[in-house]
């Protein structure tokens, strides 16, 4: 991939949700896997749309860069990838920020990907102007769903930042950032020998009750997997 983007989401006329952003580059399950992807340029998911007027109308959810749906992927990456931004929130109340995208997803088993560009979520969209309005969650960077996949990283992988909750009345807190790699499975593997990074969060409203969302972890991962080496041992 030289180059691959989406098109954003729709903004939300009155009373309507803000649409949301296409993913990048979708990799399906050729011929039962064994994909071989390199990114040498830039990969983008859309952004999510705007809320329009009213209450109950959220930004809508950012894109995901790239995504594999199978097993038995590769991704080598050269250039640079971001999860698409969440849209931010309507007018009115309970009008929330979408969340970033993901900047990799891998849904199968036995992937793998080497970084030796940048790898970022997407960030999460602000709050509306109303009471309840908060922002959105920053993407993930690259998430593993399933087990026995690996990632080698020699450059940089960063979680996307919080959206703010940009309002003045009351519940206005910043979004959570996002994690930077996150494994959800078991007997994957990784080595890091440069930069993994979770995202910030976002600033609170100036309104009462209006709290600054929580950074982030870098990793999040499975520890301990049964049986160990101790236990094999007794």
């Given at each position: ?7 954003d ?19 399906t ?16 998911g ?7 007027s009213g209450?109950f109308?959220d930004?809508g ?23 698409g ?6 007018s ?8 970033g ?10 992937n793998?990907?080497?970084?030796f ?10 709050g ?12 993930i960077?690259v ?16 979680g996307?930042?919080?959206?703010n ?11 959570s950032?996002g994690?930077g790699?996150?494994f959800?499975?078991d007997?994957?593997?990784l ?6 990074t979770?995202?910030?969060g976002g600033?609170?409203?100036?309104g ?8 982030a ?18």
């Amino acid at each position: 991939l030289e180059a691959a983007a989406d098109s954003d989401g729709a903004t939300g006329s009155d009373g309507i949700t803000g649409g949301m952003g296409q993913d990048g580059a979708v990799i399906t399950d050729p011929s039962g896997g064994f994909a071989t992807i390199t990114v040498s340029g830039e990969s983008t998911g859309g952004n999510g749309g705007n809320g329009g007027s009213g209450s109950f109308v959220d930004g809508g959810t950012g894109g995901i860069s790239v995504s594999f749906t199978g097993n038995t992927n590769s991704l080598d990456n050269f250039g640079t990838i971001t999860g698409g931004n969440g849209g931010n929130g309507g007018s009115g109340t309970f009008s929330s920020g979408g969340s970033g995208g993901t900047g990799v997803s891998f849904a199968g088993n036995s992937n793998s990907l080497d970084n030796f560009g940048s790898i970022t979520g997407g960030n999460g969209g602000n709050g509306g102007s109303g009471s309840h309005d908060y922002g959105g969650a920053g993407g993930i960077g690259v998430r593993f769903s399933a087990d026995t996949s690996s990632l080698v990283n020699s450059a940089s992988i960063t979680g996307g930042n919080g959206g703010n909750g940009t309002s003045t009345g009351s519940i206005t807190d910043g979004g959570s950032g996002g994690i930077g790699v996150i494994f959800s499975a078991d007997n994957n593997s990784l080595v890091n020998s440069a930069s993994i990074t979770g995202g910030n969060g976002g600033n609170g409203g100036s309104g009462t009750n209006a709290n600054g969302g929580n950074g982030a972890i870098a990793t999040s991962c499975l520890l301990y997997t049964s049986p160990s080496p101790r236990d094999r041992t007794r």
